[in-house]
């Protein structure tokens, strides 16, 4: 597939990620969910927190860190954000019960802030507070660039608040370099992605553009000249190769992390943790996994064949 193609391929996927009546149909069709599952099964952890703590063992036993997240985003109701937070909640009990010091990750509006944002910070305290005795890190994830505002203010907050709140930044977006000015100024980690999300050219750099790589690696060095708390959280190989070029003798630095998502960059990730590097494996688990599974495919659209070859057999 040529670059114009997987281009078109992988805006055509982020754009089924948005529709929520495709959605709807795909799921609703007993022979079109089946399949769908299967695929996601190929880049989740699974259904329950029990699957999530099981991924979470695996990865600690290949010598990995760990973050687990309960997928869901867009919540527009208060009662359904405190059940969803009840979920996180029951998550980091079970963590702290099998002593297994994950990160946990979440999107913002998962937890209400499209209802309030006075509700998703109270339910990100009451996260804050639980995970607190196992010394890591809430990590808020990256939504689209609309919401971007929204969330580094409620970031803002959460710091201020003394909880230790992670928070992660789109290399991808225009605004990214000025915003990381404001994040430096916060103790708390910063994860450095792409960006999967679909955005308009005059807000982003384009997927697989010189200049998306460029200012991945102009980021890169500010966070590390920085001596922030800082994860590195891509697939492209040469792209970590670079950073590790650019700036040796990172296994002795264990505030800088690699970071992969489950079932995507294995190799590089086991790789790396040989070459005694910190790394994590990042899962996410429970039903609502459209989205984030369409936004994995959508970063190398060549990866639906894969997948639909695995959920075939």
């Known amino acids: 597939m040529g670059h114009s193609g997987r281009d078109a391929a992988a805006d055509v996927l982020r754009g089924w990620a948005l529709d929520e009546d495709l959605k709807a149909r795909v799921m609703a069709s007993p022979a079109l969910a089946a399949v769908a599952t299967r695929i996601a099964e190929r880049y989740t952890a699974g259904e329950t927190v029990h699957d999530a703590i099981a991924a979470a063992k695996r990865s600690v036993a290949r010598g990995h860190l760990v973050s687990l997240e309960y997928a869901g985003e867009s919540v527009r109701d208060a009662e359904l954000a405190k059940a969803e937070t009840a979920v996180f909640l029951d998550l980091i009990d079970q963590l702290r019960q099998a002593g ?6 979440f999107d913002l509006s998962h937890i209400g802030s ?17 995970l607190a005795p196992l010394g890591t890190a809430l990590m808020i994830s990256a939504e689209g660039s609309e919401r971007t505002d929204l969330v580094l203010d409620l970031y803002d907050t ?5 909880a230790s709140i992670g928070i992660t930044l789109q290399a991808r977006l225009h605004r990214s370099e000025k915003d990381l000015e404001r994040l430096l100024e916060k103790p708390g980690p910063i994860r450095l992605v792409k960006g999967a999300f679909l955005e308009a050219a005059e807000v982003a750099y384009p997927r697989g553009s010189s200049e998306l790589h460029q200012n991945y690696l102009r ?6 000249d ?3 708390p800082v994860s590195f959280a891509t697939h492209d190989a040469g792209l970590i190769d670079e950073i590790l070029r650019r700036h040796p003798g990172l296994g002795d630095v264990p505030q800088v992390e690699f970071e992969m998502l489950l079932g995507l960059g294995t190799s590089t990730l086991d790789r790396l943790r040989a070459d005694n590097l910190t790394t994590r494996e990042y899962s996410i688990f429970g039903g609502e996994w459209w989205l984030y599974v369409l936004n994995r495919i959508a970063e190398d659209p060549e990866r639906v064949f894969d997948a639909i070859v695995a959920a075939g057999n």
Do not use: C, F, K
Not at 114 to 127: D, R
Not at 158 to 162: I, K, N, Q
């Open 100 to 105: 297994i010091r994950s990160t946990v990750s």
């Open 219 to 224: 980021l890169a060095d500010q966070l590390l």
């Open 226 to 228: 920085a001596g922030h």
């Open 114 to 130: 499209i209802v309030s944002p006075s509700l998703a910070l109270e339910n990100a305290l009451l996260m804050a507070d639980a």
């Open 158 to 162: 959460l710091s201020a608040s003394g």
